[in-house]
């Protein structure tokens, strides 16, 4: 009989493999045009932008090491991308 403590633990690590697969967080989001699909926002997180399709913003993800840029609304080196603060800007044009 395996103990409580094993069977918890097991159901945790099951939640967070699926938590962490599940898709992109989708809602209404005043500052997506309602008649715009596939328009880019920022997301509070530079690893993260909204895809707006007619006013519903979906979260994405920029590929690994690069940040969202909001001006050129695309996925860029951080040093290009100029979302953190903490790290040096040199943007292009």
Do not use: W
């Not at 500052?31 to 399709?53: E, I, M, V």
């Not at 006013?55 to 080196?77: K, L, M």
Request: charged letters at 10%.
């Amino acid at each position: 009989m395996k103990s409580p403590l094993a069977i918890v633990l097991v159901l945790l690590v099951a939640m967070i493999t699926l938590l962490g697969s599940a898709q992109a967080a989708c809602g209404p989001n005043a500052r997506c045009p309602a008649d715009a699909s596939n328009y880019l926002l920022p997301h509070p997180d530079c690893h993260q932008y909204y895809l707006c399709n007619q006013g519903t913003a979906c979260e994405q993800s920029c590929p690994p090491g690069q940040h969202f840029n909001s001006y050129h609304r695309q996925c860029e080196a951080p040093e290009t991308a100029c979302c953190d603060i903490y790290i040096p800007c040199n943007p292009t044009v």
